[in-house]
């Protein structure tokens, strides 16, 4: 289980999160939408420990992450999957070295149960076979898919997605939706979807979070926040342009 308990985080005189509360249950996919700039990156960059909270605190898997030393960080960050908004993959590298890299520095297996389980991940994402490629020579769907392929490679308990549908065309989006779909169908995952695409957060959300202005605005199943009466979840799901002309009912 996540738990993002009362999480304050400023840099500078900026304030981003401001209270955030959020409870990820085993096996859900929680999906959190809101504003370019509201902080979800930020939010879920706690998780794993790449930052700290001000106040504050974030548990996974019964474990005060903030209070981890460096060797029990790296060991949680292990069972962690992160699919980064820029698919991130190393262009002078080839797709299987993408993928093993995670396993090769975790130095447990061998080269050979490394291969096998880069193609186990590969096959996941219908990208069979495509190990001695290099990332340019792929679209950029692909490389998303690639990007997942890593981050499954290690069988992680959690995976966090970040925008994996941001800057591409509508049929590419669904078919990375229906392997986030998958993931946790197949691979039984815990995942943190964040996106500001609806049609996604509908697709692949067990439950859907807003954050706004620092706090989570309203957490509910895909049909309460389908439904929300609440104006500021309404215009953001609805893609209208001002809070006024919600309010107007224009
Ligand atoms: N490491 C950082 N140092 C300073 N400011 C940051 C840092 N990371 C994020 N921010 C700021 O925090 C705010 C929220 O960023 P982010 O979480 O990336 O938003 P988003 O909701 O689009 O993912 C932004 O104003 C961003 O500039
Ligand atoms: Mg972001």
Redesign the pocket.
């Known amino acids: 289980m996540i738990k993002l308990v009362d999480v304050h985080k400023a840099f500078g005189s900026k304030r981003v999160l401001e209270g955030f509360t959020l409870e990820v249950n085993e096996g859900e996919t929680m999906v959190i939408i809101g504003y ?1 700039g509201t902080g ?2 930020v939010a879920i960059k706690h998780i794993v420990g790449l930052l700290e909270p001000d106040e504050g605190t974030v548990w996974v898997d019964g474990k005060e992450v903030p209070r981890l030393h460096r060797d029990e960080l790296y060991e949680l960050r292990a069972h962690i999957g992160y699919v980064f ?1 820029f698919a991130a993959l190393f262009d002078s590298l080839n797709i299987g070295d993408n993928v093993a890299m995670g396993l090769r520095k975790e130095g447990r297996l061998n080269e050979r149960d490394i291969m096998l389980r880069v193609g186990e991940a590969l096959d996941l994402v219908d990208l069979p076979n495509v190990e001695s490629k290099f990332p340019a020579e792929l679209s950029g769907g692909m490389r998303k898919r690639v990007g997942i392929a890593r981050a499954i490679a290690r069988r992680p308990k959690y995976i966090m997605y ?2 994996p549908t941001t800057g591409l065309d509508p049929v590419t989006s669904a078919v990375i939706d229906q392997l986030m779909v998958r993931m946790r169908e197949k691979l039984r995952v815990t995942s943190i979807v ?1 996106t500001h695409d609806m049609r996604s957060a509908y697709t692949v959300g067990s439950r859907i979070a807003m954050l706004y202005e620092g706090k989570c605005r309203q957490v509910g199943t895909v049909d309460e926040i389908r439904h929300s009466q609440d104006p500021v979840v309404r215009q953001f799901i609805e893609g209208r342009p001002s809070l006024d002309s919600a309010e107007a009912g224009v």
């Open positions: 370019s979800k990156s908004q970040d925008e964040i």
